[in-house]
């Protein structure tokens, strides 16, 4: 597999993974989805970036692996990497300043 068509795979998993997770979507279809869903198992899976690009990365990893071992390596890193870029580019959740006091002069 060449790099180019890894990049490829991380970013299609990052971009589906979002959309689904964190996104209204046209209409606001997505949004609507995600609450008749509810809190069960599905809605969970779609509340949770990690466990949710596990599974879109599975078959991601089967049509871009050769073999098996290739495909079976393929699928954690293929999430991995979708999961490197939700964290450098989610500003929601980026540590706040640190709080700083002068001390008083005399």
Do not use: N
Request: hydrophobic letters at 50%; glycine letters at 8%; proline letters at 5%.
């Amino acid at each position: 597999m060449s790099f180019y068509w890894l990049v490829l795979g991380i970013l299609c998993v990052w971009r589906i993974t979002h959309l689904l997770q964190a996104e209204d979507g046209p209409w606001e279809l997505l949004v609507r989805w995600r609450r008749r869903v509810g809190t069960g198992f599905w809605g969970s899976l779609l509340d949770c970036f990690y466990c949710l690009s596990l599974w879109i990365a599975a078959p991601f990893a089967y049509l871009l692996g050769g073999e098996w071992t290739e495909r079976l390596l393929l699928w954690p890193a293929l999430s991995a990497g979708a999961i490197l870029v939700e964290r450098l580019t989610d500003h929601e959740h980026d540590a706040p300043p640190a709080v700083y006091m002068e001390d008083k002069e005399d």
